[in-house]
């Protein structure tokens, strides 16, 4: 008996050190409460590339506009895992409904129902909103695709102040009549459901408790339903029937009779033209690419050639939101973009030299981050189809940017190889 007392009590000793023992260190980075780094990584890096993303409000009050607004090329790599975005909507991830969406447009044209989009081509929306709780959320642009789901870009910290009771969304509608929608229809809402539940439990109830379903169930299987049911039952089956159809015929004719100019649920395709290709003098092709595990690092051979009048120099290697830069690409940096996404230095070359006109270059670019592991980037090395993708942002003397998307094959490397 004592032994056993012995045991139980080192048993429990021994858990709770070991609970001890595997609880995470407390961490005191930001806390992203949308999972968005859980993600797998090469659906942020080979679908949607993000860049040119503004969160317009860093803080706003109730009841104000805002906007986010940025710009996307969808990845020439779309993985054959993931269907083709042959129809998409643009969305916002938020921690619940912190803002009310007032209008998503891409390239200008409003998209209140989904459409599709093209492969390899660039979009720019902009989304209007207002806002509704008072709170610090993080806030992400977001691409949904039938059939793969949603994909979040690099989210960022908008703050709402002021009274969430305030709060007013009032809409004028097209027969001229005002009103709040955040309370517009509310008891009709709740008085419907508690109806519905009611009539339910009623339903149910009488059922169970003639007599209790065990009892049922087994005289069911030993003699068939008929001596189950009564005369009662079936009265009161065909009252419920009847109660029911009238209920909901009454019920939508007077809905109808004090609405009689409604517009039916859009259910048609946005047709969104992409953005004009722009003339790009420079062409580039990754050659060979390989991910350094100790070191971090995303290193690819990149092979280019200036087309055009004017020397180009490389300045930032963007892919899920992050963005690798060097000197020239950090001049070009939003100083509002997240720093958490951001490597300032951390984008490195072979040769810094701007490509002149006419030259063709082989250049090794590294982008050396902790971010790779932050982020979990690193967790395509897991994958069956270990690849790459994103956007290389080269400058001109006169500061025009040229955006090149890249995508290749990436090797697993465990040893430093001289760079
Ligand atoms: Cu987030």
């Given at each position: ?15 709770g ?6 609880t995470?260190?407390f ?12 993600q797998?990584?090469f ?16 803080s706003t ?6 906007y ?38 891409i ?64 809409i ?32 149910v ?20 339903d008929?001596?189950?049911?009564d005369p009662?039952?079936?009265k ?44 790009n ?20 051979v ?31 940096l ?6 958490e ?18 030259q063709t ?22 994958d069956?189809?270990?690849?790459f ?30 760079a």
């Amino acid at each position: 008996m004592n032994a056993k007392k012995t045991f139980k009590l080192w048993m429990l000793g021994f858990c709770g050190i070991a609970t001890l023992a595997v609880t995470p260190v407390f961490e005191s980075t930001p806390a992203f409460a949308h999972g968005e780094r859980s993600q797998e990584p090469f659906l942020r890096m080979r679908t949607v590339n993000w860049y040119d993303t503004e969160w317009v409000g860093k803080s706003t009050a109730i009841n104000d506009v805002t906007y986010l607004r940025g710009k996307f090329h969808l990845s020439e790599d779309w993985p054959r895992a993931v269907v083709k975005p042959n129809r998409t909507f643009l969305n916002i991830g938020s921690p619940s409904s912190v803002f009310v969406r007032l209008s998503s447009k891409i390239n200008g044209t409003p998209m209140f129902v989904s459409g599709p989009m093209e492969i390899g081509r660039d979009y720019a929306y902009e989304v209007t909103l207002k806002a509704r709780l008072p709170g610090h959320h993080h806030i992400h642009p977001m691409f949904a695709v039938k059939d793969a789901g949603p994909i979040a870009g690099p989210g960022g910290w908008m703050d709402i102040t002021g009274n969430a009771a305030d709060f007013k969304n009032e809409i004028k509608t097209l027969t001229g009549e005002t009103f709040d929608s955040e309370t517009k229809g509310t008891a009709t809402g709740v008085m419907w459901h508690l109806f519905w539940a009611a009539v339910a439990i009623a339903w149910v109830g009488f059922f169970a408790i003639r007599p209790m379903y065990l009892i049922r169930a087994r005289v069911l299987a030993a003699y068939g339903d008929e001596i189950l049911l009564d005369p009662i039952d079936r009265k009161v089956g065909i009252f419920f029937l009847v109660f029911t159809v009238t209920v909901v015929t009454v019920g939508y004719l007077s809905a109808d009779a004090q609405y009689p100019v409604t517009v039916p649920l859009q259910a048609g395709e946005a047709k969104i033209k992409p953005m004009p290709i722009k003339p790009n003098p420079l062409v580039m092709e990754v050659t060979h690419a390989e991910y350094d595990v100790p070191g971090r690092a995303l290193r690819m051979v990149v092979h280019a050639t200036n087309n055009g009048t004017v020397p180009v120099t490389i300045g930032e290697f963007t892919t899920a939101g992050i963005r690798f830069t060097n000197k020239a690409g950090a001049a070009k940096l939003d100083p509002n973009y997240p720093a958490e996404l951001v490597a300032a230095s951390g984008l490195t070359m072979d040769n810094e030299a701007a490509i002149q006109p006419g030259q063709t270059v082989d250049i090794k670019i590294e982008s050396k981050d902790v971010l790779w592991e932050v982020q979990r980037l690193v967790d395509i090395l897991h994958d069956p189809d270990q690849r790459f993708a994103g956007l290389i942002m080269s400058y001109t003397d006169s500061g025009e940017r040229l955006v090149n998307p890249v995508w290749a094959p990436v090797l697993p490397v465990f040893t430093r190889l001289g760079a």
